[in-house]
Every structure is written in C-alpha cells, then in structure tokens.
C-alpha cells in the first residue's frame, strides 16, 4: 500500500510539474476574476460575462481600487506573462532599449479585485462507471489546477490524464 501511495503521488507530482512547465502563463484565474497579460497590457474581466469585478482602476494613482466595473484594460508596455501571488499581480516585460531586449516586471496590488470571502472547500467528483475522478484546486508550486484522473482498467489504481488551470 505504502508502495503504491508513493508511486502515485510522485506519479501525479510530475505530472503537474510537466503541465506546469508547458501551460500558457499569460492567463490567471484568481477567485472571480481572469488576469491576462498581452498585447502591451493587464486585462481584468470577470470570470462571468453577467457579473462585475469587485475593482476599479484609477489611471491618475496608477491602483486597483474597490469598486466595480464590467472589465479593466492597463497599459503595460511589453506585457508578455503574468503570475498572481497572494494579493498582487506580477507582469513580466520584455521591451527593446538601442535594439536590445530588455526584460523586468511591474507590481500591482490587486487586493480589490480579489476579494477575501468564506472559503468553501472544492469537493472532488467522482463517478466510478465512467471511472472519471476530478480532484479541484490542487495547488502546485503557487498554481491551481483542477485535475482530472482516469482509473485503470477494474482496479483502484488511477492516472491523471488533464489537469486545468485554475480553480472552479
């Protein structure tokens, strides 16, 4: 049991390591809103085309404040990948200086786009006749993902098969 326990968790943990290595990072689902870094800026939307984001942005102080607005769009010169930790955007840059690209990041506290709530635990899914089983907001190295594992033949043993960004 112990041996299958650990080849089956080191099984999954690279897994997640391999998808981590080859996932679009310009895309972050963070609570109720998606965080996406492209074409010279930070967009916000909110993970649902009927509700608003808990924030707004004040170009004049360059911050993310409470409020609401149906999206946000930021001007970040050589936008090119974004990672949310904690309460704050990180946006990687990649701009040319005399022909030479230049790399850096910018810092935005985005506290009032993601919102402190109840927490209400994912519960996992499974359904033994089709022998699907979804494991939600796996976290991993600072990424969620939602992974979803197939079972081997008749036996208890199972694999991961797709694991998806973010969390539902």
Wanted: net charge negative; proline share 8%; charged share 15%.
């Amino acid at each position: 049991m112990k041996k299958l326990f650990l080849t089956f968790s080191l099984a999954m943990i690279g897994s997640l390591l391999a998808i981590t290595a080859h996932a679009d990072p310009m895309v972050v689902f963070k609570e109720r809103a998606v965080f996406l870094a492209t074409n010279n800026s930070l967009t916000i939307l909110p993970d649902s085309p009927s509700e608003a984001l808990t924030c707004s942005y004040d170009p004049a102080t360059d911050a993310f404040l409470p409020g609401s607005a149906a999206s946000i769009q930021v001007p970040v010169p050589g936008a090119m990948d974004i990672k949310v930790i904690g309460k704050h955007a990180y946006i990687a840059t990649s701009t040319p200086v005399n022909d030479v690209p230049t790399t850096g990041y910018v810092k935005y506290d985005v506290s009032a786009c993601v919102p402190a709530g109840p927490f209400t635990p994912p519960v996992a899914q499974a359904d033994l006749a089709s022998g699907e089983l979804v494991i939600p907001c796996v976290l991993v190295d600072g990424n969620e993902y939602n992974v979803i594992m197939n079972r081997r033949g008749n036996s208890m043993n199972w694999e991961v098969i797709f694991a998806e960004s973010g969390c539902n």
